[in-house]
């Protein structure tokens, strides 16, 4: 069953913004640290952002100062917001968390990805 959803992916032109969403299921009962990751047809998947549980953040170089991690660990949810986008920032965006189901052991869960393409 889907555990971690994604939204807010679309297209939008180059100084552009999109803000993503994740949602945790109900089913998870605990999360860790939260990321987002990004991957392009052949290539591997690549970290973008991660956020802690006690809100300490980590960016790729390449977004340092334009994309802001956010998340409410009481609803279980996390936001990037993405600034300036450019055309090299086209992806597909992964949620990423460490987290447990149902208090069960501790796993690595995944989102189903949303598209994000800036145009030049």
């Known amino acids: 069953q889907v555990q971690l959803v994604e939204s807010g992916g679309g297209l939008v032109q180059a100084g552009g913004s999109l803000r993503l969403s994740c949602a945790a299921s109900s089913a998870i009962s605990s999360i860790e640290t939260m990321a987002w990751y990004r991957q392009t047809p052949g290539k591997q998947r690549d970290l973008v952002a991660r956020i802690t549980s006690g809100d300490k953040t980590n960016y790729a170089d390449s977004v340092k100062g334009r994309f802001t991690i956010s998340r409410d660990s009481a609803k279980k949810t996390m936001d990037l917001q993405m600034n300036n986008l450019n055309p090299e920032d086209t992806a597909v965006y992964f949620c990423?968390?460490?987290?447990?189901?149902?208090?069960?052991?501790?796993?690595?869960?995944w989102g189903q990805g949303t598209q994000v393409t800036v145009s030049s």
């Open positions: 990423n968390a460490y987290a447990r189901v149902s208090w069960g052991p501790w796993g690595n869960y």
